[in-house]
C-alpha cells in the first residue's frame, strides 16, 4: 500500500512535466486467456500452450499524447487448474512508443490488490507487467505476466502468463475541442 501511495504522491507532484502533453481521458476494455504448458502432448502436431482460463478488465485513466497513460482499473481473472476467481484492483502505468502513424508498441506495468472469491480470506498484491501492440483507431494484442501475491499449496505464488486483445478508447480534453 506504501508503494501505490508513494506512485500517486511522485505522479501528483510530477503534473508540471506532465503540463507540456496535450492531455486527455481514455478508457480500456481488455479480453485475455491465462495459457499453460500443454503436459500431454505427446504428437508434434499438438499445441504446446493451451488455454487455463479467462480475465475480463477495464478501466479509465488520463492519457498524455497517447505517450504515457495512468489509470485506476478492476476486473475479474478465471484461473481453471487452479480453481480460482480472483477481483484485482489496480493502478496501472503505460507507455507508448510510436511504429508508424498508425501503430504503437507498448509497455504497461500494474500494481494493485488481489481478493480471491470463495477461498475465506485469501488475499495479496497484484503485480503485472505486459507488453503489446495498439492500432490508433483498433484493438491492441498483448502479452502479459501476472502475480497474485499469494501462495495456494507450493510455496511458490501464484502467476499466469496470458495472451490477449484490448480495446481502448481515447479522448481528448473538452478546451482542446473548443480550440478547432
Not at 496535450?22 to 504428437?43: E, F, H, I, K, V
Request: glycine share 10%; charged share 20%; aromatic share 14%.
Amino acid at each position: 500500500m506504501k508503494t501505490l501511495v508513494w506512485l500517486l504522491l511522485i505522479l501528483g507532484c510530477s503534473c508540471s512535466v506532465f503540463a507540456q502533453f496535450q492531455q486527455g481521458a481514455y478508457t480500456q476494455y481488455s479480453l485475455s486467456t491465462p495459457m499453460r504448458a500443454n503436459l500431454n502432448s505427446d504428437n508434434e502436431d499438438e499445441y504446446w500452450f493451451t488455454p487455463n482460463g479467462l480475465s475480463f478488465k477495464f478501466g479509465e485513466g488520463l492519457h498524455f499524447n497517447r505517450k504515457i497513460a495512468v489509470g485506476l482499473n478492476s476486473g475479474i481473472d478465471w484461473v481453471a487448474s487452479k480453481k480460482l476467481v480472483v477481483v484485482p484492483a489496480f493502478a496501472n502505468l503505460k507507455f507508448s512508443l510510436k511504429l508508424d502513424p498508425e501503430t504503437f508498441f507498448y509497455i504497461e506495468t500494474d500494481y494493485g490488490k488481489s481478493i480471491i472469491i470463495g477461498r475465506g480470506n485469501l488475499h495479496g498484491d497484484y503485480k503485472k507487467i505486459g507488453l503489446g501492440i495498439e492500432g490508433i483507431e483498433g484493438p491492441a494484442v498483448f502479452i502479459e505476466l501476472t502475480q497474485y501475491g499469494f501462495k495456494l499449496y507450493s510455496e511458490e505464488k501464484v502467476a499466469t502468463i496470458s495472451l490477449g486483445i484490448s480495446f481502448s478508447s481515447f479522448r481528448k480534453n473538452s478546451k482542446d475541442r473548443s480550440n478547432r
